[in-house]
C-alpha cells in the first residue's frame, strides 16, 4: 500500500500524463518501487522535486548488455523507488540538473559500468582515477580484475579542477596526502587573501572496489565486507547490509538480537560523537574539551571491548542476529557506565557552551542554511543543524526503535556551533535510549538460521547511522550468493555540502569546518 507522499507522487505523475508502472510495496520493502520509462526517467525525478521528496541513492546493476538503474526518493518516511531499464547502447538522461546529489553518484556509475548520461552538468572521472583503461569497467560482469600485472597506478594529475580568475585569485592545493593520521583526500581552494571563493573536492583515492568484491560472497562473508566500508560505521553499515539480506529472505530476526543490535548502534554513535565534539575543540586550540572528552571515549570503547570483544564491535552484526550475547552483570555495568557518562559529558558540554573564546570560533562559522541542506538533501547531524529533522529511527521506525521515544534534535543556524550541540544531544538521548533498551531487553536467542536461497531475491536495509541514513541494496542469485551490492553512506551527502557551507570563510577555519562535517573518505570511496 503506497502511503500518503507516494500516492500524492502518482496523483501529480496522472495530471501530467507521465506513465509509470503499478506500484510495489514487495518488492524492496518498505519502498514502493514503480517503474518508469527512460524516456519519462527525469519527467518522474522533476514531479518527485515538486511533491518536496528527497533524492537519497542511485545504483545501476548490468543486465546482460542492458541496465537497471534505480533511484530513491523519500519524503516524511515514505520511501519511492524509481527502476528504469536501457536498452542495448542507450544513454539514460541525468537526474543531476534536478536533484545536484545525483552529479556524484551518476559519476560513480559511468566510472565503474560505463552507463552514459544524457545532460550530466558534469562529465568529468569520479571514482576512476587511472587504475583501468578508457575502455574498462570493473563493475561489469565480464571485466576480470589482474592488479598483479598493472603495477603501480598512475597519480591522477590532470583532473580537470575548475578555475577561478581575477585580480588577487590564488589557489591553494590540500592533499591528498595530509600532515594527520587520516585518509586521502584533495581539497583545491580558490581564495582571495584568506578568504575561500571556492573549495573543489576530489576524492577515490581509497577506492576499494567494495561493489566488486562484494560479488560472489556468501550472506555471512557479505556482512563482514559491509561492516569495513567505513571502519568508524562498522555496526551501522553491517546492519544495514543484514536488515537487507533479512528481508530479501523474509528472515525474521530474533527480538533479542534486534535489542542487542540497537544497544550497539547507540553505543557507535556515542563514540564517535564524544571524538568529534574534542575534535572541534582541538581545531581551533581548545585543548581542555579535547583532552576530556577523548578521556571518556576511551573509557567508552573499552567497556565495549569487554562486552562485545571489540572496540568498535566489529563483525558482532551477522545475517540472522548478532554473534554474542551479554548478561546481567554486563547489563548492570552499561546501564551504570551510561547514567554516569550522561551526567559527566553533560557537565564538561556545559563548561564549554560558557567559553566565550570557544564560541567565537565556532558560532556563525561554516554556516549550512536550511535552504541549500534542502537543495541537497543532507541527512544526520549536518542537517539536524540546518533545520532538516529527518531521523530513519524515528520516521521510518525499525525494531527494536519502534517500541521506544526519544528526543530528535533540530536547531537552524547551521553553523560548525550548531553542529557541536546536535552532537552533544544526541550524546543525552542515546544514553537514555541505552538505559531503556537495556532495561527491556528481551530472553531469547540471538541469532536465526540463514535460509537456504533457491531463487534470485533482493532487498533494501535502511539504517540510521551515527552520521545519518545508511541505505544498503542487496540482491542475491539461485546460488544464495551476491550478485550486487550497493551501500550508501551519508558522506555521499555530506561532502558536497563542505563544499558550501566553507565558501565565504577563512582558510584557518577549514579544518575546524570539516571535522563539524567529518564525513568519511572510505565511506564514499567504495
Same mark, same amino acid.
Given at each position: 500500500m503506497a502511503g500518503s507522499e507516494i500516492q500524492s507522487f502518482l496523483n501529480t505523475c496522472a495530471n501530467a500524463n507521465i506513465p509509470v508502472g503499478e506500484p510495489d510495496s514487495s518488492a524492496l520493502p518498505p519502498a514502493v518501487v514503480i517503474s518508469v520509462?527512460?524516456?519519462?526517467?527525469?519527467?518522474?525525478?522533476?514531479?518527485?522535486?515538486?511533491?518536496?521528496?528527497?533524492?537519497?541513492?542511485?545504483?545501476?546493476?548490468?543486465?546482460?548488455?542492458?541496465?537497471?538503474?534505480?533511484?530513491?526518493?523519500?519524503?516524511?518516511?515514505?520511501?519511492?523507488?524509481?527502476?528504469?531499464?536501457?536498452?542495448?547502447?542507450?544513454?539514460?538522461?541525468?537526474?543531476?540538473? !534536478?536533484?545536484?546529489?545525483?552529479?556524484?553518484?551518476?559519476?560513480?556509475?559511468?566510472?565503474?559500468?560505463? &552507463?552514459?548520461?544524457?545532460?550530466?552538468?558534469?562529465?568529468?572521472?569520479?571514482?576512476?582515477?587511472?587504475?583501468?583503461?578508457?575502455?574498462?569497467?570493473?563493475?561489469?560482469?565480464?571485466?576480470?580484475?589482474?592488479?598483479?600485472?598493472?603495477?603501480?597506478?598512475?597519480?591522477?594529475?590532470?583532473?580537470?579542477?575548475?578555475?577561478?580568475?581575477?585580480?588577487?585569485? !590564488?589557489?591553494?592545493?590540500?592533499?591528498?596526502?595530509?600532515?594527520? &593520521?587520516?585518509?586521502?583526500?584533495?581539497?583545491?581552494?580558490?581564495?582571495?587573501?584568506?578568504?575561500?571563493?571556492?573549495?573543489?573536492?576530489?576524492?577515490?583515492?581509497?577506492?576499494?572496489?567494495?561493489?566488486?568484491?562484494?560479488?560472489?560472497?556468501?550472506?555471512?562473508?557479505?556482512?563482514?565486507?559491509?561492516?569495513?566500508?567505513?571502519?568508524?560505521?562498522?555496526?551501522?553499515?553491517?546492519?544495514?547490509?543484514?536488515?537487507?539480506?533479512?528481508?530479501?529472505?523474509?528472515?525474521?530476526?530474533?527480538?533479542?538480537?534486534?535489542?542487542?543490535?540497537?544497544?550497539?548502534?547507540?553505543?557507535?554513535?556515542?563514540?564517535?560523537?564524544?571524538?568529534? &565534539?574534542?575534535? !572541534?575543540?582541538?581545531?581551533?586550540?581548545?585543548?581542555?574539551?579535547?583532552?576530556?572528552?577523548?578521556?571518556?571515549?576511551?573509557?567508552?570503547?573499552?567497556?565495549?571491548?569487554?562486552?562485545?570483544?571489540?572496540?568498535?564491535?566489529?563483525?558482532?552484526?551477522?545475517?540472522?542476529?548478532?554473534s554474542c550475547d551479554i548478561d546481567a552483570a554486563q547489563i548492570d555495568t552499561m546501564t551504570q557506565e551510561a547514567q554516569r557518562l550522561s551526567q559527566e559529558t553533560a557537565e564538561i558540554v556545559s563548561m564549554l557552551e560558557y567559553s566565550e573564546s570557544l564560541e567565537d570560533r565556532l558560532m556563525t562559522t561554516g554556516r549550512l542554511t536550511p535552504e541549500q541542506a534542502n537543495q541537497l538533501g543532507v541527512v544526520g547531524y549536518v542537517g539536524r543543524a540546518s533545520g532538516r529533522g529527518f531521523d530513519v529511527r524515528r520516521d521510518r521506525p525499525y525494531a527494536p526503535y519502534d517500541r521506544f521515544e526519544f528526543a530528535v534534535p533540530v536547531y537552524r543556524a547551521g553553523d560548525v556551533a550548531a553542529r557541536a550541540k546536535i552532537r552533544a544531544d544526541e550524546i543525552g538521548a542515546s544514553f537514555e535510549l541505552i538505559c531503556q533498551v537495556l532495561q527491556s531487553i528481551p530472553d531469547g536467542p540471538v541469532k536465526a538460521r540463514f535460509p537456504d536461497i533457491k531463487t534470485v531475491c533482493e532487498g533494501l536495509g535502511i539504517i540510521e547511522g551515527w552520521r545519518g541514513e545508511i541505505l544498503t541494496y542487496v540482491q542475491l542469485g539461485e546460488e544464495g550468493t551476491t550478485t550486487r551490492f550497493f551501500p550508501r553512506d551519508p558522506s555521499w551527502l555530506l561532502w558536497p555540502a563542505l563544499e558550501q557551507l566553507v565558501q565565504d570563510n577563512i582558510v584557518p577555519d577549514f579544518p575546524v569546518c570539516n571535522k563539524s562535517v567529518n564525513a568519511s573518505y572510505s565511506g564514499h570511496d567504495l
Open positions: 520509462s527512460v524516456h519519462f526517467w527525469c519527467q518522474a525525478a522533476r514531479v518527485a522535486q515538486d511533491c518536496g521528496l528527497r533524492w537519497c541513492a542511485f545504483w545501476v546493476s548490468p543486465v546482460g548488455d542492458n541496465f537497471d538503474a534505480f533511484c530513491v526518493l523519500e519524503k516524511s518516511g515514505d520511501y519511492l523507488v524509481l527502476k528504469t531499464r536501457t536498452g542495448k547502447g542507450e544513454s539514460l538522461p541525468s537526474q543531476a540538473p !534536478i536533484f545536484s546529489a545525483a552529479d556524484r553518484l551518476e559519476r560513480h556509475a559511468h566510472d565503474l559500468l560505463g &552507463i552514459e548520461f544524457v545532460n550530466a552538468p558534469d562529465s568529468r572521472r569520479w571514482t576512476r582515477h587511472q587504475a583501468w583503461k578508457e575502455h574498462e569497467f570493473p563493475l561489469r560482469p565480464d571485466f576480470v580484475d589482474s592488479p598483479g600485472q598493472r603495477g603501480e597506478t598512475a597519480p591522477d594529475t590532470e583532473y580537470p579542477f575548475a578555475r577561478a580568475r581575477g585580480r588577487g585569485v !590564488i589557489e591553494i592545493p590540500v592533499g591528498p596526502v595530509h600532515a594527520g &593520521i587520516i585518509e586521502p583526500g584533495h581539497f583545491r581552494f580558490q581564495a582571495v587573501g584568506e578568504m575561500v571563493l571556492n573549495l573543489e573536492e576530489r576524492l577515490g583515492y581509497v577506492h576499494k572496489g567494495i561493489e566488486k568484491l562484494a560479488v560472489g560472497r556468501d550472506p555471512e562473508s557479505l556482512a563482514r565486507l559491509a561492516g569495513r566500508v567505513s571502519g568508524d560505521s562498522t555496526v551501522s553499515h553491517a546492519w544495514a547490509a543484514c536488515q537487507a539480506l533479512e528481508r530479501a529472505t523474509a528472515l525474521e530476526v530474533p527480538p533479542r538480537a534486534l535489542w542487542l543490535r540497537a544497544i550497539m548502534a547507540e553505543r557507535e554513535r556515542v563514540a564517535n560523537h564524544l571524538g568529534d &565534539i574534542g575534535a !572541534i575543540c582541538n581545531d581551533v586550540g581548545f585543548a581542555f574539551g579535547q583532552y576530556q572528552l577523548t578521556r571518556l571515549k576511551e573509557c567508552f570503547v573499552r567497556t565495549s571491548h569487554a562486552t562485545f570483544g571489540h572496540r568498535f564491535m566489529m563483525d558482532r552484526v551477522v545475517p540472522g542476529g548478532v
